[in-house]
């Protein structure tokens, strides 16, 4: 579906980004476009900086240099109202990180009711779709430790979904999870890229990255490695280390 | 929590330590009990009190006495077989023949009442004739300590009711106000410059942290009594510029004022090193998620972090009242009326130091002890664990998940 909507601008926009821990350089000149309503997703060896790239696109990482536009802003700019811009780009994360001290429906509506002053049975409602799309609808008013970790993913990304970001970034978002809980989860993340959302996912199944992204990055020590289609990548890596790390993906 | 009732119906029932140890845990029925029948003679070669009940019936007394000795026998010989077949006792000695140990069980618990009798007229009847000598006599017993600890606290009563009632309140008020300081104060202290804030807000939040900081630092780096004068003298040198008498001043800035205020600030300080340490403590990516969703900081903090923060600092938070009732003694080196001052106050009237510190020591612990009980049963509210009778601010925070 992304390949009609090329000549359209691109939604995100990473420029030149730089970003290092100490004396770790973590990453190295990265340049990448998200069209709209494109799937991208991230694959590569265990830190070769996926992950801090995906925390740059909402500033959870400060960038050292380089832009990384959403829309028209630029995040990387000082002074930039992040929390407006975070608004608009829903964040799942490995470690699900639902908040504790609330149930699952509180979870969804903090967010809309805190920024954008909707009513609180308003919230709900629009929550409670969200969360009939994951399945849970019913796990409403259950307290968040109860629920098991697919479950808990689930309703993270139905809390990320009631503020209708335009984009969402998933950080290995199966990574924490029971090989036999991680369907479930994807399933809901193949729905959402049927209904056209655009997502950047950095992710260690390669089935998911195959069937369902539109784009493939590879990564490698702090650059980008590779990138293209997933015919490409998975029938026909150019770059050595590609093929060196897919061959042991795909080899079991 | 909504998994509390659950969680419950499967654990088994809870018993007390003493009555786990009584109805399941009496492994050492002859070892240990012999110690109690121990107690139990000594008790009984004491002297009887004026109102020992047992003095009426002699030869009672005398058969709980041989029988106590004979379960010592019984014990020493129990003893010298576990030494002598020490590798297969289990299998050779009488006493663990489950009817034989089952008798012998009932037997310890005969031992346990007959020492419990002996404890009731030597001890609680003792006390209990000091006390009615020492609320008739007209000058202190000098010849019996007990009827002199007696007399001391009887006349001494409304000394003692004043400075406990004071000392609760210093407690109490000072650490319920400096909750809400230190919550003030933790808000000023864990701040961090955010990229949308304008210079204006840069510097009031790094100058909020560095008053919490050195506020910090100075309150839990001075010791309490030093603090307490440099408050009190300090203040009363701000009134003596106004045109006030000294009468008009201690009637204004009284002691008990400036203890409170004192005990207060230093409160503030050390609870709010616990929030800091039960927010700290919070996972953060609960702050990375709220953040990511657009909540500012602040909102963030509120909503989120602060709820469970709080609840991870209720064990020290607990805590603090218990240091406070111990600490605000030092408060009587301003002369605020507080336990330690009345203990002073009384030791002066009787000449008697030992005693009378020795009165308010019972009634510090029983104080502190209530005091921990109830904050235990308070905390069971919030699923956290409460540890008994604390020693200082700074132990870490533990908490179940």
Same mark, same amino acid.
């Given at each position: 579906?992304?390949?009609?909507?090329?000549? =359209?601008?691109?939604?995100?926009?990473?420029?030149?980004?730089?970003?290092?821990?100490?004396?770790?350089?973590?990453?190295?000149?990265?340049?990448?476009?998200?069209?709209?309503?494109?799937?991208?997703?991230?694959?590569?060896?265990?830190?070769?900086?996926?992950?801090?790239?995906?925390?740059?696109?909402?500033?959870?990482?400060?960038?050292?240099?380089?832009?990384?536009?959403?829309?028209?802003?630029?995040?990387?700019?000082?002074?930039?109202?992040?929390?407006?811009?975070?608004?608009?780009?829903?964040?799942?994360?490995?470690?699900?990180?639902?908040?504790?001290?609330?149930?699952?429906?509180?979870?969804?509506?903090?967010?809309?009711?805190?920024?954008?002053?909707?009513?609180?049975?308003?919230?709900?409602?629009?929550?409670?779709?969200?969360?009939?799309?994951?399945?849970?609808?019913?796990?409403?008013?259950?307290?968040?430790?109860?629920?098991?970790?697919?479950?808990?993913?689930?309703?993270?990304?139905?809390?990320?979904?009631?503020? =209708?970001?335009?984009?969402?970034?998933?950080?290995?978002?199966?990574?924490?999870?029971?090989?036999?809980?991680?369907?479930?989860?994807?399933?809901?993340?193949?729905?959402?890229?049927?209904?056209?959302?655009?997502?950047?996912?950095?992710?260690?199944?390669?089935?998911?990255?195959?069937?369902?992204?539109?784009?493939?990055?590879?990564?490698? =020590?702090?650059?980008?490695?590779?990138?293209?289609?997933?015919?490409?990548?998975?029938?026909?890596?150019?770059?050595?280390?590609?093929?060196?790390?897919?061959?042991?993906?795909?080899?079991? | 929590?909504?998994?509390?009732?659950?969680?419950?119906?499967?654990?088994?029932?809870?018993?007390?330590?003493?009555?786990?140890?009584?109805?399941?845990?009496?492994?050492?029925?002859?070892?240990?009990?012999?110690?109690?029948?121990?107690?139990?003679?000594?008790?009984?070669?004491?002297?009887?009190?004026?109102?020992?009940?047992?003095?009426?019936?002699?030869?009672?007394?005398?058969?709980?006495?041989?029988?106590?000795?004979?379960?010592?026998?019984?014990?020493?010989?129990?003893?010298?077989?576990?030494?002598?077949?020490?590798?297969?006792?289990?299998? !050779?000695?009488?006493?663990? /023949?489950?009817?034989?140990?089952?008798?012998?069980?009932?037997?310890?618990?005969?031992?346990?009442?007959?020492?419990?009798?002996?404890?009731?007229?030597?001890?609680?009847?003792?006390?209990?004739?000091?006390?009615?000598?020492?609320?008739?006599?007209?000058?202190?017993?000098?010849?019996?300590?007990?009827?002199?600890?007696?007399?001391?606290?009887?006349?001494?009563?409304?000394?003692?009711?004043?400075?406990?009632?004071?000392?609760?309140?210093?407690?109490?008020?000072?650490?319920?106000?400096?909750?809400?300081?230190?919550?003030?104060?933790?808000?000023?202290?864990?701040?961090?410059?955010?990229?949308?804030?304008?210079?204006?807000?840069? @510097?009031?939040?790094?100058?909020?942290?560095?008053?919490?900081?050195?506020?910090?630092?100075?309150?839990?780096?001075?010791?309490?009594?030093?603090?307490?004068?440099?408050?009190?003298?300090?203040?009363?040198?701000? @009134?003596?510029? !106004? *045109?006030?008498?000294?009468?008009?001043?201690?009637?204004?800035?009284?002691?008990?004022?400036?203890?409170?205020?004192?005990?207060?600030?230093?409160?503030?300080?050390?609870?709010?090193?616990?929030?800091?340490?039960?927010?700290?403590?919070?996972?953060?990516?609960?702050?990375?998620?709220?953040?990511?969703?657009?909540?500012?900081?602040?909102?963030?903090?509120? /909503?989120?972090?602060?709820?469970?923060?709080?609840?991870?600092?209720?064990?020290?938070?607990?805590?603090?009242?218990?240091?406070?009732?111990?600490?605000?003694?030092?408060?009587?080196?301003?002369?605020? @009326?507080?336990?330690?001052?009345?203990?002073?106050?009384?030791?002066?009237?009787?000449?008697?130091?030992?005693?009378?510190?020795?009165?308010?020591?019972?009634?510090?612990?029983?104080?502190?002890?209530?005091? *921990?009980?109830?904050?235990?049963?308070?905390?069971?509210?919030?699923?956290? /664990?409460?540890?008994?009778?604390?020693?200082?601010?700074?132990?870490?925070?533990?908490?179940?998940?």
């Amino acid at each position: 579906m992304a390949m009609t909507q090329t000549s =359209q601008q691109p939604m995100v926009r990473i420029e030149g980004l730089r970003k290092s821990f100490g004396n770790l350089e973590v990453l190295r000149d990265i340049n990448l476009d998200v069209m709209p309503g494109q799937v991208v997703t991230i694959i590569g060896p265990s830190g070769s900086g996926k992950s801090t790239l995906l925390r740059c696109i909402n500033l959870l990482e400060t960038p050292d240099a380089g832009h990384v536009w959403f829309h028209d802003a630029d995040l990387a700019a000082e002074h930039v109202d992040v929390n407006r811009l975070r608004e608009k780009i829903g964040m799942v994360f490995q470690g699900f990180n639902l908040f504790n001290n609330m149930n699952v429906l509180d979870n969804c509506t903090l967010a809309p009711v805190t920024l954008k002053k909707m009513k609180k049975d308003e919230a709900e409602q629009v929550a409670m779709g969200h969360l009939e799309a994951v399945g849970l609808a019913s796990f409403a008013h259950a307290n968040v430790s109860n629920l098991s970790g697919g479950q808990k993913q689930r309703v993270a990304i139905a809390r990320a979904l009631c503020m =209708q970001p335009d984009l969402m970034l998933f950080d290995e978002p199966t990574s924490a999870l029971d090989p036999e809980i991680v369907g479930e989860v994807l399933e809901v993340m193949r729905g959402l890229a049927r209904d056209g959302m655009t997502m950047v996912v950095v992710t260690h199944e390669m089935q998911f990255a195959k069937t369902v992204s539109d784009r493939v990055v590879f990564m490698d =020590q702090g650059v980008i490695a590779e990138e293209g289609t997933p015919a490409e990548i998975f029938g026909a890596p150019k770059h050595a280390r590609t093929r060196e790390f897919l061959f042991r993906y795909l080899d079991d | 929590m909504s998994s509390a009732p659950t969680s419950e119906q499967r654990a088994p029932r809870r018993r007390g330590r003493v009555a786990s140890f009584v109805l399941d845990d009496h492994r050492y029925v002859l070892l240990g009990t012999s110690a109690v029948a121990a107690v139990g003679m000594l008790l009984s070669s004491q002297p009887r009190p004026a109102m020992s009940f047992l003095a009426n019936a002699f030869t009672v007394e005398l058969a709980m006495y041989y029988l106590l000795a004979a379960w010592l026998v019984l014990a020493a010989v129990a003893l010298i077989f576990k030494l002598t077949h020490w590798k297969n006792y289990d299998e !050779t000695a009488p006493f663990t /023949k489950p009817a034989v140990a089952r008798v012998l069980r009932y037997a310890s618990y005969v031992v346990w009442a007959m020492t419990l009798v002996l404890v009731v007229d030597r001890v609680v009847m003792s006390v209990a004739s000091a006390w009615s000598v020492a609320v008739t006599a007209t000058s202190r017993p000098t010849d019996d300590m007990l009827e002199s600890m007696c007399y001391i606290l009887w006349n001494g009563r409304q000394t003692f009711i004043t400075g406990f009632v004071t000392t609760v309140e210093l407690a109490v008020i000072g650490t319920v106000v400096a909750f809400f300081l230190a919550l003030l104060l933790v808000f000023c202290r864990i701040q961090t410059v955010d990229r949308p804030d304008n210079d204006f807000i840069r @510097f009031w939040k790094k100058a909020g942290a560095g008053f919490a900081k050195v506020y910090s630092t100075v309150v839990r780096g001075t010791p309490m009594m030093v603090q307490a004068m440099v408050i009190y003298f300090g203040v009363f040198g701000l @009134f003596r510029m !106004t *045109s006030l008498s000294t009468t008009q001043i201690n009637g204004i800035w009284t002691t008990f004022l400036a203890g409170l205020v004192t005990i207060t600030l230093n409160s503030t300080a050390y609870m709010m090193e616990v929030l800091r340490g039960g927010i700290e403590s919070v996972d953060p990516g609960q702050m990375e998620a709220a953040r990511s969703l657009g909540l500012s900081q602040w909102q963030a903090m509120r /909503k989120v972090v602060f709820p469970q923060g709080i609840k991870y600092s209720i064990p020290g938070l607990s805590n603090e009242l218990v240091i406070n009732i111990k600490d605000s003694s030092v408060l009587s080196v301003i002369g605020t @009326f507080d336990l330690m001052f009345a203990t002073t106050t009384v030791a002066g009237i009787y000449y008697q130091q030992f005693q009378t510190a020795l009165i308010s020591t019972a009634v510090y612990l029983c104080l502190t002890m209530f005091a *921990s009980w109830l904050l235990g049963r308070f905390a069971r509210h919030f699923d956290v /664990k409460v540890e008994a009778l604390g020693s200082t601010s700074d132990t870490p925070v533990k908490v179940e998940e």
